[in-house]
């Protein structure tokens, strides 16, 4: 926390007034007395814990009711350095991007456990595929939105905000940038990161790009299966044909039941992207 005060008259040279809010998660161990008593202007208190991604949408939703100009996002594990906050919200200040994400792996000053760097380097790929956006760390304890982001922000899940804020901004098209910032090993605490982590983060992808664009879900579900069915019905006559088999198609019910499912699935998608669109 002092580290952040620290920062502004830096903060103040670029034109920045700072405004510390502190969301406390149902913790038990009095953090949101500390927190007011060191400076914090703020502090927004969950009554029982609800995990970080509700944490960062409160935080989200109470810098847009504000009408803040941009909102830096900064874990209190004590791992970021609170120096970086200029450097971080500078491609927003030069309206260069509305989503800035830092970058451990730039300047990391001890050797992060093999699982989490495994475990990072696979959900890396999974955002660059599904954005496009040219990630080297997905998963940093530090992010800066603008608020052009703000206004339209949605994290429907309440166990991370990670990947729910880079889906959501690639969705609603906004720029993306990352700056390398550095990171530094625990001293106190523990991770909320377990084996569970997968999972529920794959949930979470799932269904907000259920919210977000339902057909790129649904889509090549129905595809997948009118493309099965098309697929036999299309092996099956030409063995009869060529005189193999004595009906055209021999598994009518296979047919027919993967036509109409991927159909369904294929309207239901088209339906669903429709709604989410006029909304």
């Not at 009118?226 to 299309?234: C, D, E, P, Q």
């Amino acid at each position: 926390m002092a580290g952040v005060l620290d920062q502004q008259p830096a903060l103040a040279t670029a034109g920045v007034a700072l405004t510390v809010i502190v969301v406390d998660d149902g913790s038990s161990d009095g953090a949101g007395a500390v927190a007011t008593q060191v400076g914090a202007d703020l502090v927004i208190r969950h009554k029982v814990n609800r995990g970080l991604g509700a944490a960062v949408r409160t935080g989200l939703q109470r810098a847009r009711d504000e009408g803040f100009d941009l909102l830096l996002k900064l874990d209190a594990d004590g791992q970021h350095d609170p120096a970086d906050i200029l450097a971080m919200i500078t491609p927003i200040l030069q309206d260069e991007a509305e989503v800035v994400y830092g970058n451990r792996f730039g300047r990391i000053s001890y050797r992060m456990p093999l699982i989490r760097r495994w475990g990072n380097a696979a959900f890396c790929s999974l955002m660059r595929g599904l954005t496009g956006w040219p990630l080297k760390d997905s998963q940093p304890g530090i992010i800066a939105v603008s608020r052009d982001y703000l206004k339209v922000a949605l994290l429907p899940g309440s166990y991370n905000y990670a990947q729910q804020v880079l889906l959501d901004a690639f969705h609603k098209g906004m720029r993306f940038s990352q700056v390398d910032v550095a990171f530094r090993a625990r001293t106190s605490g523990r991770s909320f990161i377990s084996l569970a982590y997968p999972f529920k983060a794959l949930g979470q992808i799932f269904w907000l790009l259920v919210s977000l664009r339902p057909l790129q879900v649904f889509g090549p579900v129905g595809a997948a299966f009118l493309t099965l069915g098309g697929s036999v019905a299309a092996w099956q006559i030409a063995r009869w044909i060529l005189g193999e088999t004595a009906r055209p198609v021999e598994n009518v019910n296979l047919v027919l039941g993967c036509a109409l499912f991927g159909l369904q699935t294929l309207f239901f998608g088209v339906l669903a992207e429709l709604i989410v669109r006029r909304r």
